[in-house]
């Protein structure tokens, strides 16, 4: 079992990546042959600086170590170290539609919100998603409910690549966690927590020190009733429910039980209590691991080596399926 997923990195990653994505990630280690990528080509999809790029780069790495990926059980590295990325972005060009893209509501979203120029790239986004999973066949792509759709367009252009030049593509499956799949912003209960586009109180950064998450939660915007219940007019609470039931391990019911009369008060302290007391070790280790850049580096281009393997062999095929350059001889 072959399983690939991503992470931008545009600034400091969230509880919303960490319920949605991270823990995944970490399980996948023991599930099958794993892929993680940082994502750097995405992040040039919005406006962005190249020295924090960079920087970025190393941030996000270290929290995905500190959060419990291991090198030696997957493979970890830089999705601009491995340039096949882009050429099967321009080759699955020719079975992408154009009007699939323009329903795609991560770009309607931020094209919707931009303040500076709405790059193409914004648009092409979900082509480059699908060659990151198609060029390495992988059957599982761990991600939150946000990527559901993208997922969906990387399988049909997988389904159309196989039916207009044969069987060369695996079709992969999303996979996305009971509860956790969708966190929302504290302060804006409607829209996703977010990277780049959420509001800073709203957001609780995996490396946010315990008083600042503590500020967060407690200032988390809810409603005027007083029940500790789930429901469509309840979205601020809803997302408390679900955060605490992630980082317990519990169900929202049991959430739901246990907060029985309690009160919005004493149910966003715990929920508060629960979130430090969950982040504070990856706090730690991200501290250390941040420190040794190189060590970092090193992981990122062994990583990108073994990429590079897999994705190679995957082109070679590609290529000759679609009539791009000369026929080869395999092996
Ligand atoms: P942006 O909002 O700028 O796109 P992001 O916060 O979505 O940034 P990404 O790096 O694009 O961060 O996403 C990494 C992973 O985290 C993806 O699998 C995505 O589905 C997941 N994810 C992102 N936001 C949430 C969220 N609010 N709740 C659960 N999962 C999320
Ligand atoms: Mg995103």
Same mark, same amino acid.
């Given at each position: 079992?072959?399983? =690939?997923?991503?992470?931008?990195?545009?600034?400091?990653?969230?509880?919303? @990546?960490?319920?949605?994505?991270?823990?995944?990630?970490?399980?996948?280690?023991?599930?099958?042959?794993?892929?993680? +990528?940082?994502?750097?080509?995405?992040?040039?999809?919005?406006?962005?600086?190249?020295?924090?790029?960079?920087?970025?780069?190393?941030?996000?790495?270290? /929290?995905?170590?500190?959060?419990?990926?291991?090198?030696?059980? +997957?493979?970890?590295?830089?999705?601009?170290?491995?340039?096949?990325?882009?050429?099967?972005?321009? #080759?699955?060009?020719?079975?992408?539609?154009?009007?699939?893209? /323009?329903?795609?509501?991560?770009?309607?979203?931020?094209?919707?919100?931009?303040?500076?120029?709405?790059?193409?790239?914004?648009?092409?986004?979900?082509?480059?998603?699908?060659?990151?999973?198609?060029?390495?066949?992988?059957?599982?792509?761990?991600?939150?409910?946000?990527?559901?759709?993208?997922?969906? #367009?990387?399988?049909?252009?997988?389904?159309?690549? @196989?039916?207009?030049?044969?069987?060369?593509?695996?079709?992969?499956?999303?996979?996305?966690?009971?509860?956790?799949?969708?966190?929302?912003?504290?302060?804006?209960?409607?829209?996703?927590?977010?990277? /780049?586009?959420?509001?800073?109180?709203?957001?609780?950064?995996?490396?946010?020190?315990?008083?600042?998450?503590?500020?967060?939660?407690?200032?988390?915007?809810?409603?005027?009733?007083?029940?500790?219940?789930?429901?469509?007019?309840?979205?601020?609470?809803? @997302?408390?429910?679900?955060?605490?039931?992630?980082?317990?391990?519990?169900?929202?019911?049991?959430?739901?039980?246990? =907060? @029985?009369?309690?009160?919005?008060?004493?149910?966003?302290?715990? %929920?508060?209590?629960?979130?430090?007391?969950?982040?504070?070790?990856?706090?730690?280790?991200?501290?250390?691991?941040?420190?040794?850049?190189?060590?970092?580096?090193?992981? #990122?281009?062994?990583?990108?080596?073994?990429?590079?393997?897999?994705?190679?062999? /995957?082109? #070679?095929?590609?290529?000759?399926?679609?009539? %791009?350059?000369?026929?080869?001889?395999?092996?």
């Amino acid at each position: 079992m072959r399983i =690939f997923s991503g992470i931008q990195p545009t600034g400091r990653k969230h509880l919303g @990546n960490y319920i949605g994505a991270l823990v995944q990630w970490v399980a996948g280690q023991d599930r099958g042959d794993a892929l993680y +990528c940082l994502v750097d080509l995405h992040a040039l999809t919005v406006p962005y600086e190249p020295e924090a790029l960079r920087d970025a780069v190393y941030d996000t790495a270290a /929290t995905l170590l500190a959060a419990g990926l291991d090198p030696n059980r +997957c493979i970890l590295f830089r999705q601009s170290d491995v340039q096949e990325h882009s050429e099967l972005t321009w #080759l699955l060009s020719s079975v992408t539609s154009y009007g699939e893209l /323009t329903r795609m509501t991560q770009f309607k979203d931020k094209a919707g919100s931009a303040r500076e120029l709405v790059t193409s790239g914004l648009f092409f986004y979900p082509v480059l998603m699908a060659a990151d999973v198609l060029v390495y066949r992988a059957e599982e792509v761990p991600v939150g409910e946000d990527q559901r759709q993208h997922v969906e #367009l990387m399988r049909d252009a997988a389904e159309r690549f @196989n039916g207009r030049f044969g069987e060369t593509l695996v079709v992969p499956e999303a996979r996305i966690p009971g509860v956790g799949a969708r966190i929302m912003d504290l302060q804006f209960p409607e829209r996703k927590m977010s990277t /780049t586009g959420g509001s800073p109180q709203g957001t609780v950064y995996v490396t946010d020190e315990p008083a600042a998450i503590l500020k967060k939660f407690r200032s988390a915007v809810t409603d005027s009733g007083t029940d500790v219940v789930r429901a469509p007019d309840k979205p601020g609470i809803s @997302n408390l429910i679900d955060i605490l039931a992630a980082v317990r391990g519990s169900s929202p019911e049991e959430v739901e039980a246990s =907060f @029985n009369g309690a009160g919005y008060g004493a149910f966003k302290q715990a %929920v508060a209590d629960a979130v430090v007391e969950y982040l504070a070790p990856v706090r730690a280790r991200y501290e250390e691991l941040r420190a040794d850049e190189s060590a970092i580096e090193r992981i #990122l281009e062994q990583g990108a080596e073994k990429a590079r393997a897999i994705a190679a062999d /995957t082109m #070679l095929d590609v290529r000759e399926a679609m009539g %791009v350059g000369p026929v080869r001889a395999r092996r």
